[in-house]
């Protein structure tokens, strides 16, 4: 089969590989469709999290096509989306504690797509607890938005009640503009998406921005300690520095984009009684996601730029450096 691959010199290069083999405690997926996330394009010098030798991909939905024997609650022919991080260990502290988001196992050892076998190619072999049942109105699209649907959501969550607030969101890409959607949805007054690029900042109203400003029209626009919650999805301090400028006393900062370090002045931070959260993947919210997209309370359709066949995957993901282009799916089985 046909696989996008992080090679063992760090190259991210289309090759040919064997259809995964069926384990007893497995689940082999037959790979609808797969997004390319933005933190994809740096998987090379990504070496924490991206082992090199591994298949790419981890934001798939799929059909399961084969069934483990010592596998139970799972069928030939389910619609599933698949969690990349939902391998946890069920023992740690933190899978105790309801925060399987910090579980060493999941997130850092056997994460699907960075130190397993991803979803861009056509098969992938699971860990039954990944799985999740689709309803059967829950479209082809949507179902694959369910990751990074789950991420904003996870920000929107530790930002705590958004009703009446004034929030503000740094970076216009896919996780942005969710964040956009999910703010307004619920309850937000008041809406302001911060993005650079004009050919994101169109997308600003469809997503719920009462206001879609450039970084300088911010910085000269909106008035400081104004904004009671900033989500920070660009991993640019130059933004980090302004949402603080930005937050009311009692503020709350939710750090959702990696990036170099900088941009927060412990003063203002401290003179402010400011918050700043950091959001790292999710738990229960990829299940919350599942629910928004099915029910239609997310719109997904118009941030989706293109469905790539698996033949073009290398080339999509080189286009994903254009501000022009917003989300790529790869459909590995056409």
């Known amino acids: 089969m046909q696989a996008v691959v992080l090679n063992a010199q760090r190259e991210i290069v289309l090759e040919s590989r064997p259809e995964p083999e069926l384990r007893s405690d497995q689940v082999i997926v037959e790979v609808d469709?797969?997004?390319?996330c933005g933190t994809d394009l740096h998987a090379a010098r990504m070496?924490?999290?991206?082992?090199?030798?591994?298949?790419?991909?981890?934001?798939?939905?799929?059909?399961?096509?084969?069934?483990?024997?010592?596998?139970?609650?799972?069928?030939?022919?389910?619609?599933?989306?698949?969690?990349p991080n939902g391998n946890v260990c069920g023992r740690c502290v933190y899978c105790l504690?309801?925060?399987?988001?910090?579980?060493?196992?999941?997130?850092?050892?056997?994460?699907?797509?960075l130190q397993m076998d991803g979803a861009l190619a056509q098969q992938m072999a699971v860990f039954p607890g990944t799985l999740r049942a689709?309803?059967?109105?829950?479209?082809?699209?949507?179902?694959?938005?369910?990751?990074?649907?789950?991420?904003?959501?996870?920000?929107?969550?530790?930002?705590?009640?958004?009703?009446?607030?004034?929030?503000?969101?740094?970076?216009?890409?896919?996780?942005?503009?969710?964040?956009?959607?999910?703010?307004?949805?619920?309850?937000?007054?008041?809406?302001?998406?911060?993005?650079?690029?004009?050919?994101?900042?169109?997308?600003?109203?469809?997503?719920?921005?009462?206001q879609t400003l450039s970084p300088a029209e911010a910085g000269g626009q909106l008035d400081a300690s104004t904004v009671d919650v900033v989500f920070e999805c660009s991993g640019s301090a130059a933004a980090r520095a302004e949402a603080l400028r930005l937050l009311t006393p009692g503020g709350v900062l939710v750090n959702v984009g990696a990036g170099p370090g900088g941009g927060f002045d412990p003063d203002v931070v401290l003179l402010k009684e400011i918050t700043i959260r950091g959001s790292f993947v999710y738990g229960s919210e990829f299940d919350r996601?599942?629910?928004?997209?099915?029910?239609?309370?997310?719109?997904?359709?118009?941030?989706?730029?293109?469905?790539?066949?698996?033949?073009d995957a290398l080339r999509a993901i080189d286009a994903l450096r254009s501000a022009e282009v917003m989300k790529v799916f790869v459909a590995p089985n056409g």
């Open 33 to 36: 469709l797969c997004g390319i």
């Open 47 to 83: 070496a924490q999290v991206y082992r090199g030798g591994f298949v790419m991909g981890h934001e798939p939905s799929g059909r399961i096509s084969r069934v483990g024997d010592a596998v139970e609650g799972w069928e030939v022919g389910q619609r599933v989306a698949v969690n």
């Open 97 to 113: 504690s309801g925060r399987p988001n910090f579980c060493h196992r999941a997130t850092m050892e056997t994460a699907l797509g």
């Open 134 to 210: 689709l309803p059967a109105s829950m479209g082809r699209l949507e179902a694959a938005w369910v990751e990074p649907t789950a991420t904003a959501l996870r920000a929107a969550v530790l930002a705590g009640d958004l009703k009446g607030a004034v929030v503000a969101v740094f970076g216009g890409g896919p996780i942005g503009q969710l964040a956009c959607r999910i703010a307004a949805q619920r309850g937000a007054d008041q809406v302001i998406l911060v993005e650079p690029a004009p050919e994101r900042r169109r997308f600003g109203p469809a997503s719920g921005a009462d």
């Open 289 to 311: 996601a599942i629910e928004l997209l099915a029910r239609g309370d997310i719109r997904v359709d118009d941030l989706t730029t293109e469905i790539a066949p698996i033949e």
